[in-house]
Structures are given as structure tokens and as C-alpha cells.
């Protein structure tokens, strides 16, 4: 397939999935709220089990939000663990359990503390000039990361996509991603990348790098870079909604 023939198959496949609630991707759950302070929490949460089938995704989170009083922001700034375990301590999915949700409040409460927000603390490793993200991604992770099993490393060879998921839900802005993060240009992201998309980008011939790492993630947004400059990161939802509700690509 043609370079032009594949910018306009994502394109098209970009325009159908834009409109809201078209799919059933976890990043709707997102559009109930309308505090970036509780957009910004249960859109890291959602990210960080966004693994697996997203109907256990999406029923997880459902479940979840119904354990707080759909309130993430208070839930987290309140949380004190010796209170709260008992309403998280069997929240079990797939290969994570309670033990690593408690973790995971923990780690945004002390973020919350310290930086006032999750926008704060990203910020803090964040300069425009650079290529992408991948300094501050990797500051961002860090500090959230202290034993804690949801968070990737992209120093473990990671290529974090379920950090870079989140950074597209803050930081574009259309029909499909809140944008909250306006100071962060949506041009330095980094594609998310997860087994399914590195199979698609391959057979595509998007990527020649073999290893599924952040370095395999840079090089898929340089060469979707050459689609759209200012926005690779939108065909994102093109390509990963090939195979999730059984689309695919003209051959």
C-alpha cells in the first residue's frame, strides 16, 4: 500500500471514530467528567489498566468508579489506606491485584500533595524544544513509579504504552481526547504502542525496528509524522480500532 493510499485509509478511519461514543474505547469514560482534577485521576487509572479485552476494561473501570462514589479527585486526595483498603483490597485484574490499586492511590495522593496535579509534575520535565516527550515521560513515570506494577519504565525498555495513552487523552483536543493539557503541544507526543498496533505498524512497514520498546514507539510517530506533522498521534485511534471492532484496512 501507498504512502498517500495509507494516510487516507487512516484518515477515513480517523474521521469515522472521532464522533463521541462511536466505539466502545475506555477514553469515553473520561468524557463524564468535567473537573480536569477528576479527568486527569480516572484517566490515569483507566490508562493504567487499559490491557486486556476493553469490555473488562471498561467494566473494571465501571465498577471501580462505583466504589468511589464516582469521585476520583476526592477519593484520591482523602485516601488514607487503613480506611479505604477494604473497599479496593479484592479489586483484582488480570495479573494485578488490591494490593497494587492501593499502591497506585497512594502514589497519586503523594503526587497530589506535592505537585497540586498531575499536569504539574509532567510539567516539571517538559521543554518544548525537544523532539518529544520522552524525558518528561520518563520523569513523569518515575516519580509515580515507586514499586508499583501499573506503572510502566521506559528505562526497563518499555515502550509505555499505557503512559502515552494517557499524555494523548490530556493533550489532543477533539471529539475524542479532552485536550486538558494545553501548555504541552500534541506534536511531541509519542505513540502508544502495544502488541496489536507494533503487529499493524509492521505489517504496514511503518517501522523497521524489530523490538516492541520506546524506541519503536518514536520511530512509528517519526514515519506517522510524515502524515501529519502537528498531530501524528491521532492515528492512534485509527490503528488500534483495526481488530477491537473488527475493521480493518483496504488491501
Known amino acids: 500500500m501507498g504512502s498517500e493510499n495509507l494516510k487516507g485509509q487512516l484518515e477515513r478511519l480517523y474521521i469515522q471514530y472521532k464522533r463521541k461514543f462511536s466505539s466502545k474505547d475506555p477514553v469515553w469514560i473520561l468524557h463524564r467528567f468535567n473537573d480536569e482534577k477528576d479527568i486527569e485521576i480516572i484517566g490515569l487509572i483507566t490508562s493504567a489498566y487499559a490491557y486486556g479485552q476493553v469490555d473488562l476494561i471498561n467494566k473494571f473501570i465501571e465498577k471501580l468508579l462505583a466504589r468511589i462514589g464516582n469521585q476520583p479527585y476526592e477519593f484520591t486526595i482523602n485516601f488514607e489506606k487503613r480506611k479505604d483498603k477494604k473497599y479496593l483490597k479484592r479489586f483484582n485484574y488480570r495479573f494485578n491485584t488490591g494490593s497494587d490499586l492501593i ?17 504539574r ?10 523532539e518529544n516527550i520522552a524525558t518528561s515521560l520518563t520523569l513523569f513515570t518515575t516519580e509515580l513509579n515507586q514499586n508499583n506494577f501499573l506503572i510502566p519504565d521506559p528505562l526497563k525498555k518499555s515502550a509505555c504504552k499505557r503512559m502515552n495513552l494517557f499524555l494523548r487523552w490530556m493533550v489532543r483536543k477533539d471529539e475524542i481526547d479532552t485536550g486538558i493539557w494545553n501548555e504541552v503541544n500534541k506534536s511531541k507526543l509519542i505513540m502508544p504502542v502495544d502488541v496489536h498496533i507494533a503487529r499493524i505498524a509492521k505489517r504496514l512497514n511503518l517501522v523497521k525496528r524489530a523490538t516492541v520498546d520506546i524506541k519503536f514507539a518514536v520511530e512509528l510517530t517519526r514515519k506517522l509524522k510524515e502524515f501529519d506533522s502537528e498531530d501524528p498521534v491521532k492515528y492512534d485511534f485509527s490503528l488500534c480500532h483495526i481488530g477491537i471492532d473488527r475493521k480493518g484496512l483496504d488491501h
Open 121 to 130: 509534575l509532567f510539567l516539571k520535565g517538559y521543554k518544548s524544544g525537544q
Open 103 to 119: 499502591n497506585l492511590f497512594q502514589a497519586l495522593q503523594r503526587v497530589l500533595i506535592d505537585y497540586g496535579s498531575l499536569k
